[in-house]
T-cell receptor, first 118, second 111 residues
Framework: DTGVSQNPRHKITKRGQNVTFRCDPI?????LYWYRQTLGQGPEFLTY????????KSRLLSDRFSAERPKGSFSTLEIQRTEQGDSAMYLC????????????????FGPGTRLTVL | KQEVTQIPAALSVPEGENLVLNCSFT??????LQWFRQDPGKGLTSLLL?????REQTSGRLNASLDKSSGRSTLYIAASQPGDSATYLC??????????FGGGTRLMVKP
């Protein structure tokens, strides 16, 4: 399967614990995005990488959220000190950016990681 | 701040009907407008992408239009089938390819 993969698919944790999610983009894609989706809503943009550079992180929901893409391939999203309000689906997408930061390209989404905070 | 709204929130139609899903956005300075499909518990599948300079895009039974000046896009589905049942999301693209999504339209096509 050459699509975007995310692990784990489901995560149940207790309030106050830290969690980390992984996203493996389509292999040749240089751009990677994280979104959060709560029940009945559309996805909400969180952050964006071009290769290993995090170009937009102002939309991360709080300083408990952080993301990395150390070698420009896979990415991790970490949530520290989880709260019940963090329960949601976390979606990763990737794209092949052929131009500058303002160019547009089709984003391909992974299946998501569903987080439940008890 | 861009706001994207989709109407209706839910729609139920008999098989074979043609239908239109609506999407409106408040900031016309977009790079493109995209339509996605989402099946329950799954990720998103891109259906159509309309560049800001284009008026419409077609793929099979799907046709999407874009009117930037009025801040509207529509997704037309011809001859609907039960397999079309899903949530349809529109998203406006900004600098950095950041997508702002609407809340989606949940479509049910009854056999």
């Amino acid at each position: 399967d050459t699509g975007v993969s995310q692990n784990p698919r489901h995560k149940i944790t207790k309030r106050g614990q830290n969690v980390t999610f992984r996203c493996d983009p389509i292999s040749e894609h240089n751009r990677l995005y994280w979104y959060r989706q709560t029940l009945g809503q559309g996805p909400e943009f969180l952050t964006y990488f071009q290769n290993e550079a995090q170009l937009e992180k102002s939309r991360l929901l709080s300083d408990r959220f952080s993301a990395e893409r150390p070698k420009g391939s896979f990415s991790t999203l970490e949530i520290q000190r989880t709260e019940q309000g963090d329960s949601a689906m976390y979606l990763c997408a990737s794209s092949l950016g052929s131009g500058g930061p303002s160019s547009t390209d089709t984003q391909y989404f992974g299946p998501g990681t569903r987080l439940t905070v008890l | 701040k861009q706001e994207v709204t989709q109407i209706p929130a839910a729609l139920s139609v008999p098989e074979g009907e043609n239908l239109v899903l609506n999407c409106s956005f408040t900031d016309s300075a977009i790079y493109n407008l995209q339509w996605f499909r989402q099946d329950p518990g799954k990720g998103l599948t891109s259906l159509l992408l309309i560049q800001s300079s284009q008026r419409e895009q077609t793929s099979g039974r799907l046709n999407a239009s874009l009117d930037k000046s009025s801040g509207r896009s529509t997704l037309y589905i011809a001859a609907s089938q039960p397999g079309d049942s899903a949530t349809y999301l529109c998203a406006a693209s900004h600098a950095g390819n950041m997508l702002t999504f609407g809340g989606g339209t949940r479509l049910m096509v009854k056999p």
